[in-house]
Structure formats: C-alpha cells, structure tokens
C-alpha cells in the first residue's frame, strides 16, 4: 500500500520553486511576482519606518519633559497674606519639601523661586522665566547638568546664572558676559513700585533638546531669586520628580497628603496630556492607513497567482491525473505566494532597520539636498527627527505582512486545487 506524503513535502516545494522561475515565455508571470515582492518590500519598510519615527518622537519628547522638568509640581491654594494681598506661595516650604521627601518613590524634591522677566545685553532682549533654585538641585536635572550638551561650571553657579542656548544666542552672549535682568515687580517705594535691574554672571549655558526651554529658560541661585522677586523666607512651589513617571498618577495622592492642607498637584501628564492623546490617535490612524497600503501591496500576489494558475492549468491538470491530490495542489501555489510575502517582508523588515539605524545621516541628506529648513524645531519641539525601533513594532509589521499575504493566497490556489483536470486537458 502506497505511503501518503507528508504536507509540505519535498516535491512540493520543487514545483512551486519551479513556477516562481517563470520562463522568458511566461514572462508575465514572473513580473507580476516581482511587482508583488517590490509591493511587500516597500510597505513593510514604510510601516516600519513610520512606527520608529513614532516611537523616537514620543521618546524624545518624554525624555526632553522629564528631564527638563518636575515630573509633580506641588504649590499652594490661593490665600490671603498677613498683608492682605492674594499669594499662593508656601511659607513653610523646608518642613513641606521634607514630608514629601519621605513618600515612597520620590527621588528628589527642590523648592523654587519662579517668574518672569525680561534679559537684555547690548540692545538684544528677550523674555525668560526665571527659576530659582539650589545648585545642589539644578545638578540633578539630568538635560540640565548635561556635560556633553551644557557648557561651564555648575560649580560656579551660586556666583550667577545659567542660561538656555536660545536665550544666549537670542542675547548674543557666552561664558562669562553679564545679562541685565529687568522685573517689572521690583522694589516698593512711597511711590509705588521700580523695577528692579540687576547684572549677572552668565556662568553655565545649557542645552536641553527643547526649543521652548532653551530659549526661554534661566535659572538663578535660589536665595538670589528669594530677594530678587521678593519671596523674602517663601517658595513659590515644589519641584518632585519620582521613579516612574509614566505611572505618575499612583504618587499624586500620596504626595498631596505630605504635602498637608492647601497643597494643589500638577503632574508632568496633566500639562502634555492633550499632546500625547493627539499623538496616540495619530500614531492609531497612521498604523491604519499603512496597514491599508500593506493590504493592497499583498493583493498584487492573488493578482499574480491568478493569472500563475491560468497560465499553469495544462501542467495541474497533468499533476493531477497522475495522482496529486487537491490538497497537494493548493500548498504548492500557497507556497508559491507565501514566499513571494515573506521574502518582501524580509526584505522590507531589513530596509526600515536600516532607516531606523541611520536616519540622522539620512535627514541630513534630505536636508542637504532641499536645501536646509525641512525641520523647524519652532514648530516640531525638538531639534531632530528621531527614530526608535523597538520588537514590538516590528513584530507587528511582520506579523501583518505576513498574515495578509498568507489570508489572500489561500483564494487563488483553492482555485488551482479545484480545476477540473479533465477540462483544463480537454484541448490540449
């Protein structure tokens, strides 16, 4: 008794690879098959390719937030002061900064001195906002105290300021000049209030991947900012970053306890929030569109295994007169478009790496060639256009590719397995 063969077998695989290498007769055959593997190949590297773009951009702009700001920000309920006068600073900023120290999961916590002011050197102004702060705490800002990105001595930062590269290029200024900053809330006199003017040492000039923090921030010595804003023994609020910013909700009820009665929280998610939803529904919407783009590139394959089975009908219905069964059939034309998908998905997979890997030459390519200005970091917030490929990108664009190719090969070969041997013979 005759043994059946195994699915898959050897002699399987050799018909289907024998029909993928159409003769110079069949050529029609053949080019569809290669505009089926050019389709995959480059539908894959765009999902790809725009899932690490995605992924970099989010990344990127987390990062520059998290490292350039408090994750929590606690500051107090408005009241009225001894003087009368509405404030929401916090008097007992120590004691509070100390309780809220204690909460698990908070690595540090800085009081500040904030406001806004006006620079000028030479003629050159711009605005900034002032944040007041210890050295010890502006060290442990981490886009902040950058040595491969920052310039000076922090050392030196209790002698003056350290100022955003914006600012220092908006003023026209390096290490070692002197900024003139103007408060409009300044001394009060009989009568009413000067500004306050005061010269200072630019000492550390940082960079921190922002263009809205770069050019918009300074940070002084925070007993300066205490006399200069006349925050005279008070804080304007708390500076708390925690271990796991992402899960930043979790530390806001524990931290407004500490904090004690009056105390009001701000997380780094509640000012980005509307921005990473609008970048999320994007992220959705575009995955969509290219898996769309995906499916028409793997439609090309029914297309080619269509006109494959009519071209091949005298050869399946000989096959199939000489015992091959209908299941035998439909793997060798499964085979036939499966492979095309998953030699463009590999192919695809291997070029959005390669972008990925190297998208800074890239970009500086396209710059080149455009003429410079296609990244306005004005506009996009950050100076570059990153990439971050992570598996589970890739891995759905694999799994995609892969799984429509092989949906949309099933309809044609069930097509070839169910020709009637005696009709595709009977004129031949």
Known sequence: MARTPPPFAP???????RYLRAKRAE???????????????LAVFALIATLAVRSGFRAEFVDTILGANA????YHAQRIDAAGRPTRTLPDYDAMAERVRDVPGVTRVAPLVKGQVMATV???NAGVEVFGISGADLAQIPRIADPETGRGDLDRFGEGIAIGSGVAQILGVGLGDN???ISPDGVRTAFGVSPRVKSY??????????????RTRVYMPF?????????DGVADELEVTVDDPEAVEDYTLPIARAAGPGALIWTWQDASGGFLRALEIEDNVMFVILSVLVLIAAMNITSGLIMLVKNKGRDIGILRTMGLTEGAVLRVFFICGAFTGLIGTVLGVVLGCLFAIYIDPIFAMVNYLSGG???????????????????????SAVALSLGLSFIVTIFPARRAARLNPVEALRYE
Do not use: C
Request: net charge negative; aromatic share 14%.
């Open 373 to 395: 200005g296609v990244w306005d970091p004005s506009i996009r917030g950050i100076y570059a256009l990153p990439a971050k490929l992570q598996f589970g990108d890739v891995l």
């Open 27 to 41: 050529g029609g055959v053949s080019v569809m098959t290669w505009i089926s593997l050019v389709g995959i190949t």
């Open 201 to 214: 040492e630019v000492t550390h000039i940082f960079t921190a991947g922002r263009y809205d923090i770069d």
């Open 223 to 231: 007993e300066e900012a205490q006399l200069y804003f006349n925050r």
């Open 71 to 74: 994750h929590v920000t606690v």
């Open 11 to 17: 002699f399987e695989w050799m018909i289907a690879w």
């Open 179 to 181: 900024v003139k900053l």
């Open 122 to 124: 030479s003629g050159n």
